[in-house]
């Protein structure tokens, strides 16, 4: 573990005790917990991220019926809506 100071005004660290207090921890311990699981949203983002912008790179395929692409009537047939 690494210590680390912080400077903050009086009224905000009055509300970092508090809050800490209600959570039945020490003020480190519950900003770690707030720092950890603001690093665990980011690191799972940049997963999601770099997960997405490998699909995005990669051509899309398409598995046309029969083989053919459909004719323009085909895509915009609204039999369901007559």
Do not use: C
Request: aromatic residues 8%; glycine residues 2%; hydrophobic residues 35%.
């Amino acid at each position: 573990m690494k210590n680390i100071t912080i400077t903050l005004p009086e009224d905000v660290a009055r509300w970092v005790r508090v809050r800490a207090a209600q959570n039945e921890l020490s003020v480190s311990r519950w900003l770690a917990q707030i720092i950890e699981s603001q690093r665990h949203r980011e690191d799972e983002y940049e997963v999601a991220m770099e997960r997405f912008l490998e699909r995005a790179r990669q051509p899309r395929t398409f598995d046309w019926v029969d083989g053919r692409k459909p004719t323009r009537e085909e895509l915009h047939d609204r039999a369901g809506l007559r």
